[in-house]
């Protein structure tokens, strides 16, 4: 436990931002799943758009905020972009 004053105020702070932290990546989490969903389901082609799109507006933002490295945002985006490309040409 903090000592002084300063101290427990920043960990309450800490805590704040850890909370935060964690529900936008979980945010990230849910969007790649989703859009990973609709691929593997073989969705409407229109779905999975809507849902990329989605996925790299979120993967931007962090980046930009540095909520994640910029490096892995653009991995991430690469990889969603070949995925989506792809999607539909196999069949």
Do not use: C
Not at 16 to 26: G, L, Q, Y
Not at 58 to 84: E, M, P, W
Request: glycine share 2%; hydrophobic share 35%.
């Amino acid at each position: 436990m903090p000592l002084h004053k300063s101290a427990e105020k920043r960990l309450r702070q800490s805590e704040r931002k850890n909370a935060r932290n964690r529900a936008r990546k979980k945010e990230l989490k849910v969007l790649l799943k989703n859009m990973q969903k609709l691929i593997d389901a073989r969705a409407d082609k229109s779905e999975v758009e809507a849902a990329y799109r989605s996925a790299v507006q979120k993967l931007d933002r962090l980046g930009v905020k540095r909520y994640i490295h910029a490096n892995k945002a653009s991995r991430k985006k690469s990889q969603l972009t070949r995925l989506f490309n792809n999607y539909g040409k196999a069949e």
